[in-house]
């Protein structure tokens, strides 16, 4: 992908006049962030088992954030992912306490512990709600799928996977699913979800990472090796499925962590690396146009 943006890759964080550092954030690694679909409020989940939520304002182009609730995961267990529900009221996390627990924004929770409403055997690494059908999808490092009403005790239904779920990602009805093994399946989940496609990686790294095109032509995904790619479910005229390297100094590679496409903007996605990095691209016209720092 060619790029006419050069940066040289650091860990330092570079603060301009606009940039703003939310207050309590928390006392250990965090795992994930979620913007709510309906108000500005950001949710992030975090190792010390705290999920959090700020509301952020923007005037006169400066940003400030009102730290508004937190809860915790019981036994001081790792927070490892959260999704909104459609209607911004509701955020869906995921842990290393193999739960899928549901806190209703505005209510303080019995000893301050988001709502079970899901299990697996194993910690849950990504989930997201499915907007067609008002279910909750957890995916987890035992190998399942499971699709939640929050309403019920168990599952309403669950796909076994091809090895440890890393990632999930929703846009409208298509849902991608990053396994363990390079393992990449999509799904149609507009009624009971059937599989759609199912592939190993071209890239020879272990995939991190997946984001669906909001178009549900395809989606993209990142690596562990410093290598992303564009992923196309049929030829389209004038794109193509393409891999490229990101998140890279000179020969040091670095995790591509996070992918996630402009909910808006067609094309726009933004790419997370561990080195602290965020580059912002146009999959249409193979070109990064922003890095930060």
Same mark, same amino acid.
């Given at each position: 992908?060619? =790029? %006419?943006?050069?940066t040289t890759a650091t860990t330092k964080t570079v603060l301009h006049d606009s940039d703003h550092n939310v207050s309590h954030a928390g006392n250990d690694g965090i795992s994930?962030?979620?913007?709510?679909?309906?108000?500005?409020?950001l949710v992030s989940t975090n190792w010390d088992s705290g999920v959090r939520c700020w509301e952020v304002k923007e005037?006169? +182009?400066?940003?400030?954030?009102?730290?508004?609730a937190q809860v915790n995961h019981e036994n001081k267990a790792p927070v490892l992912c959260s999704a909104f529900s459609s209607d911004g009221s509701t955020v869906f996390t995921g842990g290393a306490d193999n739960t899928v627990r549901m806190w209703t924004l505005g209510q303080t929770p019995s000893n301050n512990a988001p709502s079970k409403i899901g299990v697996h055997a194993? %910690?849950?690494?990504?989930v997201g709600f499915i907007n067609s059908t008002n279910l909750v999808v957890s995916?987890?490092?035992?190998? *399942?799928?499971? *699709?939640?009403?929050? +309403?019920?005790?168990?599952p309403v239904m669950q796909i076994e996977l091809p090895d440890k779920c890393h990632d999930?990602?929703?846009?409208?009805?298509?849902?991608?699913?990053?396994?363990?093994? +390079?393992h990449i399946i999509s799904y149609d989940v507009s009624n009971e979800p059937r599989e759609h496609t199912k592939?190993?990686?071209?890239?020879?790294?272990? =995939? +991190?990472?997946?984001?669906? *095109?909001?178009?549900?032509?395809?989606?993209?995904?990142?690596?562990? &090796? &410093?290598?992303?790619r564009l992923e196309y479910f049929k030829k389209v005229p004038g794109k193509s499925s393409l891999s490229f390297k990101c998140h890279r100094q000179d020969n040091l590679m670095h995790s591509i962590n996070a992918i996630c496409f402009h909910p808006r903007l067609s094309g726009? *996605?933004? =790419?997370? &690396?561990?080195? &602290?990095g965020v580059g912002f691209w146009d999959k249409d016209i193979k070109w990064k146009t922003k890095q930060f720092p």
């Amino acid at each position: 992908m060619t =790029t %006419p943006v050069t940066t040289t890759a650091t860990t330092k964080t570079v603060l301009h006049d606009s940039d703003h550092n939310v207050s309590h954030a928390g006392n250990d690694g965090i795992s994930s962030l979620s913007w709510s679909p309906a108000a500005n409020f950001l949710v992030s989940t975090n190792w010390d088992s705290g999920v959090r939520c700020w509301e952020v304002k923007e005037q006169n +182009r400066q940003i400030t954030s009102q730290p508004k609730a937190q809860v915790n995961h019981e036994n001081k267990a790792p927070v490892l992912c959260s999704a909104f529900s459609s209607d911004g009221s509701t955020v869906f996390t995921g842990g290393a306490d193999n739960t899928v627990r549901m806190w209703t924004l505005g209510q303080t929770p019995s000893n301050n512990a988001p709502s079970k409403i899901g299990v697996h055997a194993s %910690p849950v690494k990504s989930v997201g709600f499915i907007n067609s059908t008002n279910l909750v999808v957890s995916g987890g490092w035992d190998n *399942f799928l499971k *699709f939640w009403d929050v +309403r019920q005790e168990n599952p309403v239904m669950q796909i076994e996977l091809p090895d440890k779920c890393h990632d999930l990602n929703i846009a409208n009805s298509l849902l991608v699913v990053a396994c363990n093994g +390079r393992h990449i399946i999509s799904y149609d989940v507009s009624n009971e979800p059937r599989e759609h496609t199912k592939m190993k990686s071209e890239i020879k790294f272990q =995939t +991190r990472c997946i984001a669906a *095109f909001p178009d549900m032509t395809g989606f993209a995904y990142g690596t562990i &090796g &410093g290598w992303a790619r564009l992923e196309y479910f049929k030829k389209v005229p004038g794109k193509s499925s393409l891999s490229f390297k990101c998140h890279r100094q000179d020969n040091l590679m670095h995790s591509i962590n996070a992918i996630c496409f402009h909910p808006r903007l067609s094309g726009s *996605f933004a =790419t997370v &690396g561990s080195d &602290g990095g965020v580059g912002f691209w146009d999959k249409d016209i193979k070109w990064k146009t922003k890095q930060f720092p």
